[in-house]
DNA sequence: CATTATATTTATATTTGCCTAAAATACGTA
DNA sequence: TACGTATTTTAGGCAAATATAAATATAATG
C-alpha cells in the first residue's frame, strides 16, 4: 500500500508513459507535480526501493509491472468516480476532475467493485478515456483521430477529449461540441492549421490547438 | 481547511462532547485517538490557535462554535455516506464504517449537497443516526431509550444502536436484529442486569452490555 | 572536443504529526 | 493538608514530504 504521494507519482509517470510523445523525466515529473526536481529525485528512490518503477540516475523512468498494474488501479478508480460524479450527481464533465482526484485515493477492496457494477460497467469515462478493468486492462480501443489530422469534408462523432482542463471542457461546451456531437470538418486554414467545422447547422472556427485535443475513433 | 489529523481531532471531541457521559479530556481523546497523550497536547494546542476549541491547560476541552460547525459537517459527511454504502452499493451496516471513515474527508464545495438530494435527504444514517443538515442543525430527535432500560413487558421497534463496531453489529445481524425491527422486552434478570427479548418470535437472552446499546425512541 | 548550459542528484533544512522521557500540575486520601 | 499517584504538558527526536542551495552528471554548441 502506498502513501498518496507516491500514488500521485506513479498516476503521474503513468500518464507520461501512455502519452508517448514525452518521456519521464525527472523534470516532467517535476513540472506536472508541480514540485522541485530535487523532490521527485528523491520520490524516484523511494519508488525505485520499493520496486514500482525502474530507475538508473540521470536515466528516463519507466514503470515495473507492479507500478504500471497500481497506476491502473489509480486510472480505474478516477474515471469510475467521474462517471458516477457526472452520470449520479449531475455534475459537468468540466467540474469532475478536481473531487475524482480526491475519491481515486479511497482504499477499499471492494468498494471498486461495487462502484463499477452500480454504474452498469461503463466503458469510459465522461471524456471519453476508456476505463481498465480489474485487472488493469484497457479494453483496446480503436485509433484516435484528431480534428487536426481528417481530411476535409469528412463527418464523424465526437469520441472524447485529449485534454480535460475545465477552461478547455467549459469551451468546447460552448460551442455546443461534447462526447457524441456530430461534426463535419468543412475547410482547415493552411495558413495556421486552423478548421472550420459543422456543428448542429453552425459553422465553427477552431484553432489548431484546440482542434488537436479533440478525437473521434477510426 | 484544516488537515485530516486535525478534522479527525475535531470528530473525536464532539463526540465525547455529545456523547454527555465523557468529558473531553487529553486522555479521553488519547484513548479514542490511540495516540499517546503528548501527541494529543501537541494537537490540542494546534486546534486552539486555531480557534476550533476552548483549551486552558489542564482542563477539559470544548468546542468553539466555529469548531462545532466544522465537526457537525464532518458527521453529516461520515452519515450520507454511510446511506450512500448500503442503499446504492449494498453493503452491509457493519461493513461501511472505515469506508466512511475515508469519505468523510472529501473535500468539495458542492459534493455532499448533491450527494444529499441523491439519497433523497435522508434523516438518519444507517445506524440510526441523525443527520445534520448543511447547517449542522440535528433535527431534534426523541430522546433514546435503551434496552437496558426498558421496562418488562415493553414492546417496541429497533430505532438505532450506540455502539457501531462491526463485531457488534455481525452479533445483532446474527441474531436476527436491525434497525426497524420489532421486540419486546419479557424479562430482566436481575442477578446480571441482562435481559430477555421476543425477536421474530424467539426468544433471546442479552448482555446487559448489548443491551446498553441498542435504542427505540420515547 | 572543450566549454557552457541544462538536468539531476546530494546535502541540509522545514513542517506536520507522531513518539519517549522528564517535568509540572492536579487529584484522592490518609 | 501533605503525600503519593495519575494526568498533562514540555522538551527533544524521528519519519515523510517538501524546499533551497550546492555539487555533479549529461547534453548542446561553437
Known amino acids: 500500500m502506498l502513501s498518496l504521494s507516491e500514488e500521485n507519482y506513479l498516476k503521474i509517470i503513468h500518464k507520461l508513459e501512455s502519452e508517448r510523445q514525452v518521456k519521464a523525466t525527472t523534470s516532467a515529473i517535476s513540472e506536472l507535480t508541480q514540485t522541485k526536481a530535487s523532490s521527485v ?4 528512490r523511494k519508488l525505485a526501493d520499493k520496486e514500482m518503477i525502474h530507475y ?3 536515466q528516463d523512468i519507466t514503470l515495473t509491472e507492479a507500478g504500471k ?3 491502473l488501479q489509480i486510472v ?3 474515471r469510475l468516480w467521474e462517471v458516477f460524479l457526472v452520470e449520479k450527481l ?3 464533465w468540466d467540474e469532475v476532475h478536481d473531487i475524482a482526484e480526491q475519491l481515486e485515493h479511497i482504499q477499499s477492496e471492494t468498494l471498486i467493485e461495487r462502484l463499477d457494477k452500480f ?3 461503463p466503458a469510459t469515462d465522461p471524456h471519453g478515456d476508456p476505463i481498465p478493468d480489474a485487472e488493469g486492462n484497457m479494453h483496446p480501443t480503436r485509433k484516435r483521430v484528431f ?3 481528417i481530411k476535409v469534408g469528412a463527418k464523424g462523432i465526437v469520441q472524447g477529449v485529449a485534454d480535460t482542463s475545465p477552461v478547455f471542457l467549459r469551451y468546447l461546451t460552448k460551442i455546443g461540441l461534447g462526447i457524441g456531437s456530430e461534426f463535419e470538418i468543412t475547410d482547415r486554414i493552411e495558413y495556421d492549421q ?3 467545422l459543422a456543428v448542429r447547422g453552425r459553422i465553427i472556427a477552431m484553432s489548431r490547438e484546440a482542434a488537436q485535443n479533440i478525437y473521434t475513433l477510426e
Open 41 to 44: 529525485s528523491d520520490m524516484l
Open 56 to 58: 538508473v540516475k540521470y
Open 69 to 71: 498494474s497500481y497506476a
Open 76 to 78: 480505474r478508480k478516477h
Open 90 to 92: 449531475n455534475y459537468r
Open 119 to 121: 454504474l452498469g460497467h
Open 147 to 149: 480534428f487536426s489530422e
Open 194 to 196: 486552423s478548421v472550420e
